[in-house]
C-alpha cells in the first residue's frame, strides 16, 4: 500500500482513497490475497515512484479463478435471461461513465498516458463499448435451416463458448479489458481477466465496480500478475478459450499451445503499419495525420503508423516541418494536464525503445529529431523518451521493419503507386494501412491492395465498438469488435428433430 505523501498532488480524492486501500485479487465475490502470499509493485512512470502493491496470482489462484468462472458460466449466469444480461454489461458501462475522473487518474498515473487523453479517449471508449455490447444479448438468435430430409425439423443454437482466459497488455489498460470482457459478456461467458503487471490497477478496479452493479460472482475475476500467470491460465485444462493482446512473440507461444489443446483462440499482436502520404495531399494535413499516427500515447499502440511513405517530391518539406513539430512536443507526467506526452510504460519498454534506435543510428538511418532520453529535471526518474523521426532510403534496416512501440517514427521517400503499395506490404505485419490523398480512386485502389486488418484514409486509428479490428499476417488471428467480435465468443450448436 502507498501512503498519501508518495502518491502526486495532482492526483484527485477518489483515485487516492483508492491507491490507499489494499489491493487483492477478484475471484467469485471475494477479494484475497494470492494463496502463496507473493506480491509485485506497480510504479509511475512518470517518476519511477512505487504507487501501489498487488498479488501476484500463483497456479493456486489461476485454479480458483478459472472454478468461479466455470461455476458462474453453469449456474447463475447461465439462468439470466439475455435482457438482463444487457441490461448489466448496460449497468456497467454507465458506472464507468460515473467513475470516469477516478479512471483516467488511475490509468494516468499507473500507465503514464496523458490524463486528457485517458478520460477522453481510453474512458469514454471503454463505457462506449460497454454500451454497444449491451446491445447484443437480446439479438443473439440461431437459424431455423431448410435441410433436404422430410420430417425433420433443423435449427441451430449459439451458446458460449465458455471460461475465457483474457490476457491484456498494457497500453490501454482499461479500453483492453472492455475489448476483451464486452462481447464475452454478451455473449453469455464468463472470464478470468489478467491484467498487464505493469498496469494492474484499473482492471481490478473495473472487476470491482462490476460486483457493485451486480454481476453475479464469478462471471468477471481479476488475477494481477505476470507472465507465469497468463501462461497457467493458457495451459489450464477447464478453460475454454484464450483471447489475448500483446507481443507477436508471446501471441506464438500461447496460439501453439492453443492449437495443441484445441482451445478456441484470438490474438490481437503486433504491426508496423505504413502511412502512405500521396503526392495530392495538403502537406499540413500529412504533418498533422504522421504525427498523431505514431506519437499518439507515445508510439505505445499496436496500430502506430510507425513506416512513413512519402512521395519524393514532397519528402524534404514534410519531413521537416514534421520534425519541428516533435521537437516541440510538451513531455511531462500524466497527471500534468498540459502534458502532450507522456513517459513509456517501464523501465524496460524505455531501454527497448532506446536499444532500436541506438542501433538505428549505427545502421546509418537519418535521425531527424529526438532520438534521447529526455530528463525533465535532475528529479526526475521517469522513463522519457523524446518524439523521435528517421529518414531511410530503403526497407532493410531494422528500425523499418520491426514493431519499436515507442514515439519513433521511420520516413522514406517513394516514386510511384505500385512500388508504395509493394513496399508497405513487404512486412511480416498486416495490422494498419493509411493513405492520405483527396484522390478517391487512388485511395480505394489502395485500400484494396494494402495487406492490413484495418485502413485509414484521412484520418489515423479510429475505433469504434461496431467496427471489426484485428491483424492480417503475424499481426493476429480474429477480430475483435462488432458481430465478428462477438461471434469468437460463441459455439453453433446444430439441433436435428425427427418429427
Ligand atoms: P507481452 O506480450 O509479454 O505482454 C502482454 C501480456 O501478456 C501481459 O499481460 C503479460 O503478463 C502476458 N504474458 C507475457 N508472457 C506470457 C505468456 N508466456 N503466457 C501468457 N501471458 C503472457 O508484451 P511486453 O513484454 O509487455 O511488451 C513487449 C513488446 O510487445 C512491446 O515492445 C511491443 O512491441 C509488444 N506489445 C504489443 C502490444 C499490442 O497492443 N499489440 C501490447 C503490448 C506489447
Ligand atoms: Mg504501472
Request: hydrophobic share 45%; with cysteine.
Amino acid at each position: 500500500m502507498s501512503t498519501a505523501t508518495d502518491l502526486p498532488p495532482a492526483l484527485g480524492e477518489a483515485a487516492r482513497s483508492y491507491l490507499e486501500r489494499e489491493h487483492l485479487l477478484l475471484i467469485g465475490d471475494e477479494r484475497r490475497a494470492a494463496a502463496d502470499g507473493r506480491t509485485f509493485t506497480t510504479e509511475d512512470p512518470a517518476s519511477g515512484s512505487v504507487i501501489a502493491t498487488v498479488p501476484q496470482a500463483g497456479e493456486a489462484d489461476v485454479d480458483a479463478a478459472v472454478a468461479a468462472a466455470r461455476d458462474a458460466l453453469e449456474g447463475d449466469w447461465a439462468k439470466l435471461p439475455a435482457a438482463r444480461r444487457g441490461r448489466l454489461i448496460a449497468a456497467l458501462a454507465d458506472a464507468i461513465e460515473a467513475h470516469t475522473v477516478e479512471l483516467a487518474e488511475l490509468e494516468a498515473l499507473d500507465q503514464g498516458k496523458p490524463v486528457t487523453l485517458a478520460r477522453a479517449v481510453d474512458v469514454r471508449a471503454t463505457a462506449a463499448h460497454f454500451h454497444y455490447f449491451s446491445g447484443w444479448p437480446t439479438k443473439i438468435s440461431g437459424d431455423t435451416l431448410p435441410v433436404s430430409q422430410p420430417n425433420l425439423f433443423c435449427y441451430t443454437r449459439r451458446e458460449p463458448v465458455g471460461v475465457c482466459a483474457q490476457i491484456i497488455p498494457w497500453n490501454f489498460p482499461l479500453l483492453m479489458a472492455a475489448w476483451k470482457l464486452g462481447p464475452a459478456l454478451a455473449a453469455g461467458c464468463t472470464s478470468v481477466l489478467k491484467p498487464a503487471e505493469q498496469t494492474p490497477l484499473t482492471a481490478l478496479r473495473l472487476g470491482e465496480l462490476a460486483l457493485e452493479v451486480g454481476f453475479p460472482p464469478g462471471v468477471i475475476n481479476v488475477l494481477t500478475g505476470d507472465g507465469e500467470t497468463g501462461a497457467a491460465l493458457v495451459a489450464h485444462p477447464d478453460v475454454d478459450k484464450i483471447a489475448f493482446t500483446g507481443s507477436t512473440a508471446v501471441g506464438r507461444e500461447i496460439g501453439a499451445q492453443a492449437g495443441r489443446d484445441l482451445k478456441r483462440v484470438t490474438l490481437e499482436l503486433g504491426g508496423k503499419s505504413a502511412n502512405i502520404v500521396l503526392a495530392d495531399a495538403d502537406p499540413a494535413a500529412a504533418v498533422r495525420n504522421a504525427f498523431q499516427a505514431i506519437y499518439f500515447n507515445s508510439g505505445q499502440a499496436c496500430n502506430a503508423g510507425s513506416r512513413l511513405f512519402l512521395p519524393v517530391e514532397r519528402y524534404d518539406a514534410v519531413v521537416a516541418e514534421l520534425a519541428e513539430r516533435a521537437a516541440a512536443t510538451k513531455l511531462g507526467p500524466g497527471l500534468d494536464p498540459d502534458t502532450q506526452l507522456g513517459p513509456l510504460v517501464s523501465a524496460e519498454q524505455h531501454d527497448r525503445v532506446r536499444g532500436f534506435v541506438e542501433r538505428g543510428i549505427a545502421d546509418g538511418a537519418e535521425l531527424l529529431a529526438g532520438g534521447s532520453a529526455t530528463p525533465l529535471g535532475e528529479d526526475q526518474s521517469g522513463h522519457f523518451f523524446a518524439p523521435t523521426l528517421f529518414s531511410v532510403t530503403g526497407d532493410e534496416l531494422e528500425i523499418a521493419r520491426e514493431e519499436i512501440f515507442g514515439p519513433v517514427l521511420v520516413a522514406s521517400p517513394y516514386s510511384s503507386l505500385e512500388e508504395v503499395a509493394m513496399r508497405a506490404n513487404d512486412s511480416d505485419y498486416g495490422l494498419a494501412a493509411g493513405v492520405v490523398t483527396s484522390d478517391l480512386s487512388a485511395a480505394h485502389r489502395l485500400a484494396a491492395m494494402l495487406k492490413a486488418g484495418s485502413v485509414y484514409i484521412n484520418q489515423w486509428g479510429l475505433s469504434d465498438p461496431s467496427a471489426p479490428f484485428g491483424g492480417f499476417k503475424a499481426s493476429g488471428v480474429g477480430r475483435e469488435h462488432g458481430r465478428e467480435g462477438l461471434e469468437s465468443y460463441l459455439e453453433t450448436k446444430t439441433v436435428w428433430v425427427g418429427l
